[in-house]
């Protein structure tokens, strides 16, 4: 059996345990549960992203069962209509055949970080040329960074091991979504903090939405009734609440 069949028969598969959305209110919300500040299940609310998503959905009417699976599956889940709600996902293309998005409820700043005294500044790709980036393998950060021949790009499996490289001296930048690299720097190197720097402009910036499975009939209503809650979470100021609780534990490193 290839890979691809194996993965289909334990969706359909999935769907025989999954909760069944036999009514209208209830949702089976998946996160890939490896993308922490947005989605962690050791984390309050299991992340900011899900805390934000499964806030709307409750306040829109709906039922949320949370569920964590790989990233792969999550859209083959999605195409399917095993799963309803994927939590976290920025736009593409591709996934907009079968993922009907919200509008977006966060933003994903792809930002550099160098190490503190290092004389450089990034403006275009142009800057990047010759310069030594640690990035995470599979990682789709831009079209145009990822596809330059001009950039030195060492690929690693994880972020930290990019932050240890830098922090080392073994590479000149590294780069992720900002949330991301603040998280990972409290967590796991808090004392390097003084000695990392966040370049002003970022590489990428790309909304959070939530794509809604168009196998379910009522795809569209639940997008609408999510970017009207969302709206009314930012009005009366409930949405900024829950940003900062979690900005608890995302520490400001020093510029």
Avoid at 157 to 172: E, S
Avoid at 241 to 247: G, K, L, Q, S, Y
Wanted: with cysteine; proline share 4%.
């Amino acid at each position: 059996m290839t890979k691809f069949l194996q993965r289909l028969t334990s969706l359909v598969l999935l769907t025989c345990i999954l909760p069944a959305t036999v009514q209208a209110g209830d949702l089976n919300v998946v996160h890939s549960g490896k993308w922490p500040p947005y989605a962690d299940a050791s984390l309050p609310g299991q992340g900011l992203a899900v805390e934000i998503v499964t806030t709307a959905l409750k306040r829109a009417g709906y039922t949320t069962f949370i569920r964590i699976d790989s990233l792969d599956r999550i859209l083959e889940g999605g195409a399917l209509g095993v799963y309803d709600v994927f939590a976290t996902p920025w736009y593409s293309d591709s996934r907009n055949q079968y993922l009907d998005y919200s509008q977006p409820y966060l933003e994903s700043r792809i930002r550099f970080i160098k190490r503190k005294g290092t004389d450089f500044d990034f403006h275009s790709i142009m800057d990047l040329k010759g310069v030594m980036v640690g990035t995470v393998q599979d990682y789709a950060y831009d079209k145009d960074f990822n596809g330059s021949h001009d950039i030195v790009r060492i690929p690693e499996r994880n972020l930290v091991q990019n932050l240890l490289k830098l922090t080392q001296g073994r590479i000149d930048l590294t780069l992720d979504d900002e949330r991301v690299l603040r998280y990972e720097i409290n967590r796991y190197m808090p004392n390097s903090m003084d000695d990392i720097v966040f370049l002003d402009k970022p590489l990428a910036v790309r909304g959070i939405h939530i794509g809604v499975s168009r196998e379910n009939p009522e795809h569209a209503k639940i997008v609408a009734a999510f970017n009207k809650a969302i709206a009314e979470m930012k009005q009366d100021g409930s949405f900024d609440a829950i940003v900062a609780r979690h900005n608890e534990y995302i520490k400001k490193p020093a510029y």
